[in-house]
C-alpha cells in the first residue's frame, strides 16, 4: 500500500512537472509569434500595442467553439499543437494565469467576449463549460441595427473593464450581416519601482534626417536596473512594484530612417537577453511619458493564416445550432507611462551633475511587458509620436 501511495505521488509530481515543460514550451513558441507577427500587424506610423497575452483567450475561446477539421486548424494557428505533441491539452491551465470572473485584478483589466446575433440560438451547454473558463464570455446582440450593435459591444468592455475602457468600436468595424465577432480588449495598470519624481521638456527625434518634436514631456530618474547592448540596440528592464512584471524598453542606438521602422528586433535577439547576458547597471535614465492604445483588426492575418475561420461553412456547431462563420476579429490594447507629483528639471544640469551613463530615449523604440516568472511577453507595441507640451 506504500508502495502504491509513494508511486501515486511520483506521478502526480511527474505529471504536474510535465505540464509545466508543456506550457513553458508553450510560452516559447508564443513569445517567438509575438515578435513575429507584431511586423505584420504594425503599421510603423504611429504608437501601436497589442498583447499576444490575452490574444490567447480570444483564439481560446473560437477553438472551444469549432469541431473537427476547423478545430484542428484553429489549434495549430494558435499554436496549441504542433507536428508531435498537444503542448496545451486543456484550458484548465490557463485558469491559473487569468481570472475567472472576466472583470478586474490588480493589474490587468480586460474583456474577452464572442458577440453572437440574437437570431442565433446558442446552446447551453457550451455556455455552461466556457463558464469555467471566462464568465459570460457568449453575447447576444441586435444583428439588425449596427447601431445597437456597436452600442452593445461597448457597454459589455465598457462594464468588464469598470468604464476604463470605453467607446472604442463603431459602425465601420462591424461586416454586413455578421454572425461571430469576437473582442478582447485589455489594459495595465501597475506602478514602477522607480518613483518618476523629476522630468525635463526636450525634442524627440522622428528619423535620421532631423526632423524632431520640440517640449516632449521626459521622465527622469537615476535608477539601477538590469542592462544589455548590442552593436545596434541598447535595453533596459524596468521592473514594477511587486516585481511579478517588468518593462522592457529597447533602444536603438542610431536614430531609424522612416523606412527602416522598428522591425529589427525578433525573437533570437529577445532570447539573447533571456539567457542571462544582463549586467546590472547605474543610468540615468529617460524616457517620455506616453499613453498608447490601438485597436487592430486581426482578420486579414487570421484569414491569411487560418483561412478556414473565415471561409462559408466554417465548423461552429459546438457553438450555435447551424453552422456560421468567423465575420470579424479585433484586439483593443492600452499601456501607458506616467508619473505624479513630479518636478521640472533642467536636461543640461542634470548632465552636468551626474556623469554617468544615460539611457535617453530621444528617439522611436520598441517596448514589452513580461511576465518576471517565466519570461512571458504580456504587451508588445512601439512608440514612434510622443505627445507634446
Not at 490587468?108 to 466556457?130: A, G
Request: hydrophobic share 40%; proline share 4%.
Amino acid at each position: 500500500m506504500k508502495k502504491i501511495l509513494i508511486f501515486i505521488l511520483f506521478m502526480s509530481i511527474f505529471s504536474a512537472f510535465s505540464q509545466d515543460i508543456d506550457y513553458l514550451n508553450y510560452i516559447d513558441l508564443r513569445n517567438k509569434e509575438a515578435f513575429k507577427s507584431y511586423k505584420f500587424l504594425f503599421t510603423f506610423s504611429q504608437n501601436e500595442v497589442y498583447s499576444p497575452y490575452f490574444l490567447t483567450f480570444q483564439y481560446t475561446q473560437l477553438y472551444l467553439a469549432t469541431k473537427k477539421g476547423t478545430n484542428r486548424n484553429l489549434a495549430s494557428f494558435a499554436l496549441f499543437i504542433d507536428d508531435k505533441a498537444i503542448h496545451i491539452k486543456n484550458t484548465k491551465l490557463y485558469q491559473l494565469l487569468i481570472p475567472s470572473d472576466n472583470s478586474v485584478t490588480k493589474k490587468f483589466k480586460y474583456s474577452i467576449n464572442i458577440f453572437l446575433p440574437d437570431t442565433l440560438k446558442y446552446l447551453k451547454s457550451y455556455q455552461k463549460n466556457f463558464d469555467s473558463l471566462i464568465a459570460d464570455t457568449l453575447i447576444p446582440y441586435n444583428a439588425k441595427d449596427k447601431n445597437l450593435a456597436v452600442k452593445k459591444i461597448n457597454s459589455v468592455i465598457s462594464k468588464n473593464t469598470f468604464s476604463d475602457i470605453n467607446n472604442v468600436f463603431d459602425t465601420s468595424m462591424i461586416s454586413d450581416n455578421p454572425d461571430i465577432i469576437s473582442v478582447s480588449a485589455a489594459t495595465f495598470d501597475e506602478k514602477l519601482l522607480y518613483n518618476f519624481t523629476n522630468y525635463v521638456y526636450a525634442p524627440f527625434y522622428l528619423d535620421s534626417m532631423g526632423h524632431s518634436i520640440e517640449n516632449v514631456k521626459y521622465l527622469y530618474s537615476d535608477v539601477t536596473v538590469r542592462y544589455a547592448e548590442s552593436p545596434t540596440y541598447k535595453i533596459i528592464f524596468l521592473p514594477y512594484e511587486d516585481n511579478d512584471f517588468s518593462l522592457a524598453i529597447v533602444l536603438p542606438k542610431k536614430i531609424l530612417k522612416i523606412d527602416t521602422n522598428l522591425n529589427f528586433f525578433n525573437f533570437e535577439t529577445f532570447k539573447m537577453w533571456e539567457s542571462n547576458q544582463l549586467e546590472i547597471k547605474r543610468l540615468n535614465l529617460l524616457i517620455p511619458e506616453f499613453h498608447t492604445e490601438s485597436i487592430i483588426n486581426l482578420k486579414p492575418f487570421v484569414s491569411k493564416y487560418c483561412p478556414v475561420l473565415f471561409q462559408k461553412g466554417a465548423n461552429y456547431t459546438s457553438l450555435v445550432k447551424r453552422i456560421v462563420t468567423l465575420t470579424d476579429i479585433y484586439q483593443y490594447s492600452k499601456f501607458e507611462i506616467k508619473a505624479e507629483n513630479n518636478n521640472l528639471k533642467e536636461l543640461n544640469r542634470l548632465r552636468n551633475k551626474n556623469k554617468d551613463e544615460y539611457f535617453y530615449a530621444n528617439h522611436p523604440f520598441i517596448y514589452f511587458l513580461i511576465n518576471e516568472k517565466n519570461h512571458e511577453v504580456i504587451f508588445l507595441g512601439t512608440f514612434i509620436n510622443p505627445e507634446t507640451k
